[in-house]
């Protein structure tokens, strides 16, 4: 299992923000695809799931409203656009395939002016 993310970097409070994580080694389309953020200092939390047969969604109450998780089986790419985005939104941004114990090298997102 290979997961790669990417889009991340320096956005000022109220930006917006579209993260990408390419995946290989498994069937992408049958896995939840989940996206997980570490503050520093803290631990990893999940943020957004997306379930691989019909595309329904969960997302922790502090996503709801503001980011939106999606996936293109197609490509084997789970993204997750981020609007509206504050200072408390600062941590590194990590996929993971339900089921798997691999993470990528995440994707930074410092939130700040």
């Known amino acids: 299992v290979q997961l790669v993310e990417s889009g991340g970097g320096l956005v000022q409070p109220g930006g917006s923000l579209r993260l990408s994580c390419a995946a290989s080694?498994?069937?992408?389309?049958?896995?939840?695809m989940s996206w997980y953020r570490q503050a520093p200092g803290k631990e990893r939390e999940l943020v957004a799931r997306?379930?691989?047969?019909?595309?329904?969604?969960f997302y922790v109450d502090s996503a709801k409203g503001r980011f939106t998780i999606s996936r293109d089986n197609a490509k084997n790419t789970v993204y997750l656009q981020m609007n509206s985005l504050q200072p408390e939104d600062t941590a590194v941004y990590y996929c993971?395939?339900?089921?798997?114990?691999?993470w990528g090298q995440g994707t930074q997102v410092p939130v700040s002016t």
């Open positions: 080694g498994f069937t992408f389309s049958r896995y939840a």
């Open positions: 997306i379930f691989g047969t019909g595309g329904s969604t």
């Open positions: 993971n395939a339900l089921g798997f114990n691999s």
